[in-house]
């Protein structure tokens, strides 16, 4: 049988290895999503026996294996039992398993190797790896980057979080690849090696629904600067105490919207770059920015220092994010209506990052919020709901929650509470003045009623899209 490592012309000795060991053997998928739709067939070009559980049942998993139906796999889904995967020697997990999954201690009890897929492609990659992360920002500023990179000519490719597999695009890279991954803490929650470039763009309070506590979550993230070597780099916000403070070898390149750093900073309304005592260059005024909000301030920042360590020179830099549009779901300005501007923020998946669209917003704001609560505190953003908000439409399980934090905190904040999205729309509609923004930004998942923030937010765009065809 042919060794499986034809599949990446460029592997190196250590990768042939690895993928060498994947022959031949039997092997679990414990998550059949997108990452586990590329992963199975991975896989299975590799030469592997796989066997994919999903606790979803086959109903709901209709377009993933109408994606695999070439490829011969054993399903096993519908339960999710301890003992379904006993018989591997090998398993993988989605980034949306958790770790104390009764199936995955169980394999762990059984001394089954238990990795993923993204430990798999640092341990196949042939190319350089610029990895981002973030409790918010990580999508729009790996976007960035891969804009930089790509108006710089520089071989590269971008995936990871941002929606795209990578195991099965690995036959597109060389040694001189530049692979950007967005990285969530799910994905770097087990890994033992780190990126050559690392950016860590902010760690605030999230996904404690699955972390054991902040604690975790930040160790987590630590992950990504953790394992670099001295000739490798750490791009940190010098903002942020926790981000900037994370344990690494690396050098190190911050960026700040407050002072003048190694890296990027904004000098007053001007976005300034300078890495290892260069004289510092003028990039562009933050006004010349499409994104609105300071944190895209940041976001920009943070790209800009991680594209100049890549190589790409400040006039396409700046060129590059001047050109850039916001990425859907991300303050996305969906329509106006006679007057009223809607905007989806459906990625605003915890308090925090609703916090940084209402910051960004000057118009009077009728936000629409809620969801499945993360377990995160919801205090300051019930104060600055209550200070930017003139009317609030509650939506899902949350509600109860943030009508409890809004009577505590702000407490003649204007509630109302909606059946559907749909119904938060209309009414958002018909609280909203010409001049107001509708604001979508939860503050919370999706999982109590979308697949996930993407569903919600086209969810979204199609409420509007009937409130428009209303005033016709």
């Given at each position: 049988m042919r060794s499986p490592s034809y599949l990446i012309p460029h592997l190196s000795e250590i990768?042939?290895?690895?993928?060498?060991?994947?022959?031949?053997?039997?092997?679990?998928?414990?998550?059949?999503?997108r990452e586990g739709v590329d992963l199975a067939r991975f896989l299975h070009s590799a030469g592997a026996d796989v066997v994919v559980s999903d606790r979803a049942d086959a109903g709901l998993l209709r377009s993933q294996i109408d994606a695999l139906r070439d490829v011969p796999i054993t399903y096993r889904i519908g339960t999710e039992r301890e003992t379904d995967l006993l018989d591997c020697d090998e398993l993988f997990i989605s980034p949306g398993v958790s770790r104390d999954?009764?199936?995955?201690?169980?394999?762990?009890?059984?001394?089954?190797?238990?990795?993923?897929a993204t430990r798999l492609f640092?341990?196949?990659?042939?190319?350089?790896?610029?990895?981002?992360?973030?409790?918010?920002?990580?999508?729009?500023?790996?976007s960035m980057v891969g804009s930089i990179l790509k108006a710089s000519n520089t071989p590269s490719i971008v995936g990871g979080n941002i929606g795209m597999p990578m195991l099965g695009r690995l036959v597109e890279l060389t040694p001189d690849t530049w692979t950007v991954l967005e990285l969530s803490s799910f994905q770097l929650d087990d890994m033992t090696t780190s990126p050559s470039v690392g950016a860590v763009l902010n760690v605030t309070?999230?996904?404690?629904?699955?972390?054991?506590d902040m604690a975790d979550y930040v160790r987590a993230k630590g992950n990504i600067v953790l394992h670099q070597g001295r000739q490798d780099v750490a791009v940190l916000n010098a903002d942020d105490s926790i981000a900037s403070s994370l344990p690494h070898r690396s050098r190190t390149i911050e960026f700040s919207v407050e002072k003048p750093v190694t890296g990027a900073w904004l000098d007053g309304e001007h976005l300034m770059l300078s890495l290892d005592g260069e004289r510092p260059t003028r990039l562009f005024a933050r006004g010349e920015l499409r994104l609105r909000g300071m944190h895209n301030v940041a976001n920009a920042m943070a790209a800009a220092a991680v594209a100049s360590v890549i190589g790409s020179d400040s006039t396409t830099i700046a060129n590059a994010l001047r050109a850039f549009r916001p990425v859907p779901h991300r303050l996305e300005v969906v329509a106006t209506v006679?007057?009223?501007?809607?905007?989806?923020?459906?990625?605003a998946t915890s308090p925090e990052r609703s916090m940084a669209a209402l910051r960004s917003i000057d118009e009077p704001?009728?936000?629409?919020?809620?969801?499945?609560?993360?377990?995160?505190?919801?205090?300051?953003?019930?104060?600055?709901?209550?200070?930017?908000?003139?009317v609030v439409v509650l939506i899902g399980e949350a509600a109860p929650l943030i009508r409890e934090a809004l009577r505590s905190t702000a407490p003649g904040t204007p509630l109302v509470e909606a059946k559907s999205l749909d119904e938060a729309v209309s009414l958002g509609s018909d609280f909203a003045a010409p001049g107001d923004v509708v604001l979508l930004s939860p503050g919370c998942t999706s999982f109590d009623t979308f697949r996930d923030f993407e569903a919600r937010g086209e969810a979204f765009r199609n409420a509007v899209a009937m409130v428009r065809r209303r005033t016709l």
């Open positions: 990768g042939r290895r690895r993928l060498d060991l994947l022959r031949s053997v039997r092997v679990g998928v414990v998550g059949l999503g999954a009764p199936l995955v201690l169980a394999a762990v009890a059984a001394r089954i190797s238990v990795t993923s640092f341990e196949l990659c042939p190319g350089p790896i610029a990895g981002i992360t973030g409790s918010s920002g990580k999508t729009t500023t790996t309070p999230n996904h404690l629904d699955r972390h054991p006679d007057g009223v501007t809607f905007i989806n923020d459906s990625i704001i009728v936000l629409i919020a809620g969801g499945r609560d993360k377990h995160l505190p919801m205090d300051d953003w019930a104060n600055l709901i209550g200070k930017h908000a003139r």
